[in-house]
């Protein structure tokens, strides 16, 4: 038996085992009673909504991931990636376009597959809770400019990766990482002007209070800014968000107008100052810094890999090529990326403390960033009470109830 098989065959297995018993802890952790800092704005029949509402999209998450790992072991066994190759080698075209069509058929069938995944919670678990208002259409629209999206800038990247691998020797995974960095950079600054005006429309916000308020912040916090707008988010979902854009002078305030109907103007200008307070305080470059250095070590543990002969035995492949090796690689760091998340997880829960308590210091009124708190955790249905385990593993944002006793905190 082959090595490697058995080992991502575990990796596969283990992943799926430990995210049954940490969803399993979640839900036994739910509590009947209504968080006494909830009791003013959580009656209980709504309370048990919430609590419904994560039992069917646990149920929900952990019924798709098994069928998808019961396709991959599949898949895996009977030979699928090889039978997928030599579908890409028949074309006959060179290195680079013949792994494109191995990894675009791939993403694309993976999609399909994903999109009865996404219809069902959109239009079944969201439709039940009065979450959904995205139409057919919508749905439709958006599957198809994301794979066009993705077909695309992952397309140019994968490409580089093919050639840079393929001529550069033994540092190429050194360019890769370069070329790769470089490449998310550039994306994450044209995406406020291109790519997400594809999806949402964005309309200057219109002359009135909040914004009053929101430019007197930022002017007082030396906050440098392009503009504030309002997202239709309200096309595909009632629930509510906010988040900056851009970089420098550049950057942009989206509000979701389902968020500014939904709150006082103290409590959107205090939600601001909590995105603010990331950029004061360099979270955003940190986590940058962050992403850069796990991006290289990837990519040099990959060049470790791309060749190995029992690695492609295990895929029953009959060729060795460097577009395969890429995914395969992908299975083996499974378990290091899970342990990286856990950091990163546990920086960026770091993080929202410091912007809450940067918020609550320099607008002034710490009791409206926990009323919009409150009222976000209400409206999206949110998990009072998730288990420590759920925390851990999978949250980059505080528990609620943490985050409100920590700002109480600040001014007790």
């Known amino acids: ?43 209980r029949e709504k309370y048990k909504k919430s609590q419904q509402y994560l039992r069917e999209n646990t149920f929900f998450e952990l019924a798709s991931s098994g069928v998808f790992l019961i396709i991959t072991l599949v898949f895996i066994s009977a030979g699928g990636f090889n039978v997928l190759d030599r579908f890409a080698r028949a074309f006959k075209a060179g290195e680079i376009i013949t792994g494109l069509i191995f990894a675009g058929t ?22 039940k809770y009065g979450f959904n208002r995205t139409t057919v259409r919508t749905f439709v629209a958006d599957f198809f400019k994301k794979m066009l999206l993705t077909m695309f800038l992952g397309g140019i990247i994968f490409a580089l990766i093919l050639w840079f691998f393929g001529y550069a020797g033994k540092i190429a995974w050194l360019y890769c990482w370069v070329a790769t960095v470089l490449f998310e950079l550039f994306v994450v600054f044209i995406s406020p002007v291109v790519i997400m005006p594809l999806f949402n429309k964005f309309t200057p916000l219109e002359a009135g209070e909040l914004k009053n308020k929101i430019e007197e912040y930022a002017r007082k916090e030396r906050f440098a800014m392009q503009g504030v707008y309002i997202l239709d988010g309200s096309r595909r979902s009632s629930k509510s968000n906010a988040f900056f854009a851009g970089f420098g002078k550049s950057r942009r305030i989206a509000l979701y107008d389902t968020l500014v109907k939904g709150h006082t103007v103290d409590e959107l200008v205090s939600i601001l100052a909590h995105e603010m307070g990331h950029y004061k305080k360099r979270h955003i470059l940190k986590q940058i810094a962050i992403s850069i250095v796990t991006t290289g070590f990837m990519f040099y543990l990959m060049s470790l890999f791309l060749n190995n002969r029992l690695l492609f035995d295990a895929f029953k492949m009959e060729h060795l090529s460097i577009y395969a090796g890429l995914f395969f690689f992908s299975f083996l760091f499974t378990p290091l990326q899970t342990i990286i998340s856990l950091f990163s997880h546990a920086f960026s829960r770091k993080c929202e403390y410091q912007a809450d308590a940067y918020a609550a210091r320099t607008y002034g009124r710490p009791q409206a960033m926990i009323d919009a708190l409150k009222k976000l955790s209400v409206n999206n249905l949110s998990n009072l009470t998730p ?11 505080p528990p609620v109830l943490e985050r409100i006793r920590a700002i109480k905190n600040i001014h007790s």
Not at 388 to 396: A, H, L
């Open 1 to 43: 038996m082959n090595i490697y098989f058995l080992i991502i065959f575990t990796l596969l297995i283990g992943d799926y085992l430990l995210g049954l018993t940490v969803e399993t802890a979640n839900l036994r952790a739910l509590r009947l009673d209504v968080p006494e800092e909830f009791a003013d704005v959580y009656d």
């Open 106 to 127: 791939l993403i694309a069938l993976s999609q399909v597959l994903g999109i009865f995944v996404a219809a069902y919670h959109t239009f079944v678990i969201e439709e």
């Open 387 to 397: 288990h420590p385990w759920k925390v851990f593993f999978s949250y980059t944002h």
